[in-house]
């Protein structure tokens, strides 16, 4: 028998592909169609992990930090995400559309630090134990692309810049990107990439086709 999917829904890929627009414009559609729809994000979701995103993305604190306490620091804000925010909303009957998930630490601190993938893959279960997404779609993108757009939106200068994870060099985000469609072929099933090289309209039908197939809407 075939269980049904949870209505669980994450978001991936390299920074500057349109994640946040493609979120929204999701939880738009389904709530138009009658559906109640939480919008959640990682790291961060809950008071301790919005701290915690700090730390990791912009506190100064957080620059140099080892790449093993990068990798407990998002363990640590997805575990409280999972049990606090996503299995209660859940629990309600609501869908849960998240802002990166566990796939980002395979490929960020797998592929991109080069940490060991059976570590990360034990501490990531760990965190979440058997709260997967029912779908996960990454949106794809050629990195020097999305380096380019993440150039035109920057804030002008002294307003404010790249945080620590968006300043990595463009052969870390080649890694990041070869992960994630290492991912999907290894879970084809719940893993689909989706290219981002379009407008936002455009992935946005291309994002909402993968959700209605997936979901039988």
């Known amino acids: 028998m075939t269980l049904p999917l949870s209505h669980f829904i994450s978001l991936e890929g390299g920074e500057a592909v349109g994640k946040s627009t493609q979120i929204e414009r999701l939880a738009k559609r389904l709530t ?3 559906q109640k729809v ?12 919005e701290s915690i995103r700090h730390l990791l ?6 620059r140099g930090m080892t790449p093993e306490t990068e990798l407990l620091l998002f363990l640590a ?17 609501t869908w849960v559309l998240c802002d990166r998930f566990l796939d980002s ?3 960020y601190q ?3 630090r080069k940490l060991p993938t059976e570590v990360v893959e034990r501490v990531n279960a760990f965190a979440v134990g058997t709260h997967l997404p029912g779908l ?10 999305a380096h380019r757009r993440q150039t035109r939106r920057a804030l002008p200068p002294g307003v404010g810049t790249f945080d620590r994870m968006e300043a990595e060099p463009t052969d870390f985000f080649e890694r990041v990107r070869q992960g994630y469609h ?25 994002v909402w086709r993968e959700v209605a197939k997936a979901f039988l809407i």
């Open 32 to 34: 138009d169609l009658g």
């Open 38 to 49: 939480l919008v959640t994000r990682e790291p961060g979701g809950t008071p301790l992990g």
């Open 57 to 62: 993305k912009h506190a100064p604190e957080g």
């Open 77 to 93: 804000s997805r575990a409280e995400l999972v049990r606090k925010v996503i299995v209660p909303a859940l629990d309600q009957g």
């Open 105 to 107: 630490t395979t490929v």
């Open 110 to 112: 797998g592929a991109g």
């Open 136 to 145: 996960t779609l990454v949106l794809d993108l050629e990195p020097k692309e």
């Open 182 to 206: 290492d991912l999907a072929k290894a879970h084809p099933q719940r893993i689909k990439i989706v290219s981002a090289a379009g407008n936002i309209d455009e992935t946005a039908m291309a």
